[in-house]
């Protein structure tokens, strides 16, 4: 999966990124280029630039995710797709992220997430799909529970948040579960 994917919605244009790309990306463009045409701010493109000198993926661990391009501004605004891609066990864990607070609570991320889900189930085949959420964010648990994923239970003290580890509550939707 080297090609760039370009999928729509009403109100985004989404754009894939793979390790292929963000590689090219940091051997090739500027960092006022990557910065711009990710929409990254300085965490963000230090972030990405660790991963692709350090290793962003293994022989069998990948991730694909797609920029949210807001179709009025033509600017990124957020990020939704995959991580953790497990191809031989045909699963993932899904992430998403809406940058800034002023384009949060308007329905992007559950706009977005009806593509990337669907991108996932059929072009790369994912059998299941996680999402691992905190139990106090409640946007991201009703989200989930909008496109049908199960509680399964609690990883306890499973991230580590401003040296502090949080709990989790791991959900999931299998490939026959899905009828979007």
């Known amino acids: 999966m080297n090609s760039q994917h370009i999928l729509h919605t009403d109100r985004l244009i989404l ?4 390790p292929a790309l963000i590689h090219d990306f940091y051997n090739t463009k500027s960092k006022a280029e990557i910065m711009d045409y990710f929409g ?3 965490v963000d493109y230090e972030k990405f630039k660790l991963q692709h ?3 962003i993926e293994t022989y069998n661990i990948s991730v694909l ?3 949210l391009i807001d179709k009025q501004s033509n600017l990124p605004i957020g990020e939704c797709g995959f991580h953790t891609w497990n191809k031989n066990h045909q699963r993932a864990e899904l992430f998403y992220k809406i940058r800034s607070e002023e384009n949060r609570r308007k329905g992007y991320a559950k706009e977005a997430l009806n593509e990337v889900l669907n991108f996932g ?4 085949n994912l059998h299941r799909i996680e999402a691992l959420v905190a139990d106090w964010n409640t946007p991201s648990v009703k989200l989930v529970h ?4 199960t509680k399964e239970g609690t990883m306890r003290e499973d991230y580590l948040v401003n040296d502090k580890y949080e709990d989790s509550d791991c959900y999931s939707l299998l490939k ?3 009828n979007h």
């Open 146 to 149: 909008y496109y049908g994923f």
């Open 65 to 67: 995710f797609f920029l």
């Open 53 to 55: 000198e350090k290793g």
């Open 15 to 18: 754009k894939s990124v793979n």
């Open 121 to 124: 189930f059929t072009s790369m």
């Open 40 to 42: 990254f701010d300085e």
């Open 176 to 178: 026959w579960e899905w």
